[in-house]
T-cell receptor, first 112, second 113 residues
Framework: TQLLEQSPQFLSIQEGENLTVYCNSS?????LQWYRQEPGEGPVLLVT?????EVKKLKRLTFQFGDARKDSSLHITAAQPGDTGLYLC????????????FGKGTRLHILP | NAGVTQTPKFRILKIGQSMTLQCTQDMNHNYMYWYRQDPGMGLKLIYY???????DKGEVPNGYNVSRSTTEDFPLRLELAAPSQTSVYFC????????????FGSGTQLSVL
């Protein structure tokens, strides 16, 4: 069974600090997606990474796909209260069946 | 564009009642999905569809049914509601490839008492 483990589960930090959240698996994925979900809303896609070692930037957010395509990280620089939310990673199977697996999420709270 | 629209937003059911959760998308996407999200458990796939007239089971299909008569609509039916079906339900759609770049609706919060 493929699993995606996200860490930490919860993170509460002060505005202006930097943080990194992780998404790890023992399985290889053909691509990995990051979503942000706000209370009462559905997840919204932030980025998709498809190549091992790929780095993508979205303003203050930096996403990296591991070289072996088994893990990913999200780094936020100078966090702001607007970054508060549930961050979900989702991996699409590299076994050819195109199945998607969601991690349980990291709940991030940025204190003003 | 409205994107993916789900109704109702909230619903309370009694055990044994039935209901249909509505989902419609205006992006002409081929792929549509139903997920449930339980606290601390992530998103679990209930059913999905690769096009009108084609549906398939996901990870947790028991107690649910779907249909896809048009590209736009993908309703989810609960026939005999049980407390274990208390959850937040999300409909999603995608176009380029299955399971890539999902667009989610805003969810239906369902309680079965």
């Amino acid at each position: 069974t493929q699993l995606l483990e996200q860490s930490p589960q919860f993170l509460s930090i002060q505005e202006g600090e930097n943080l990194t959240v992780y998404c790890n698996s023992s399985s290889v994925f053909s691509s990995l997606q990051w979503y942000r979900q706000e209370p009462g809303e559905g997840p919204v896609l932030l980025v998709t990474v498809v190549t091992g070692g790929e780095v993508k930037k979205l303003k203050r957010l930096t996403f990296q796909f591991g070289d072996a395509r088994k893990d990913s990280s999200l780094h936020i620089t100078a966090a702001q209260p607007g970054d508060t939310g549930l961050y979900l990673c989702a991996g699409v199977s590299g076994r050819g069946d195109d199945k998607i697996i969601f991690g349980k999420g990291t709940r991030l709270h940025i204190l003003p | 564009n409205a994107g993916v629209t789900q109704t109702p937003k909230f619903r309370i059911l009694k055990i044994g009642q039935s209901m249909t959760l509505q989902c419609t998308q205006d992006m002409n996407h081929n792929y549509m999905y139903w997920y449930r999200q339980d606290p601390g458990m992530g998103l679990k796939l209930i059913y999905y569809s690769v096009g009108a007239g084609i549906t398939d089971k996901g990870e947790v299909p028991n107690g649910y049914n779907v249909s896809r008569s048009t590209t736009e609509d993908f309703p989810l039916r609960l026939e005999l509601a049980a407390p274990s079906q208390t959850s937040v339900y999300f409909c999603a759609s995608s176009d380029d490839r299955i399971n890539e770049k999902l667009f989610f609706g805003s969810g239906t919060q369902l309680s079965v008492l």
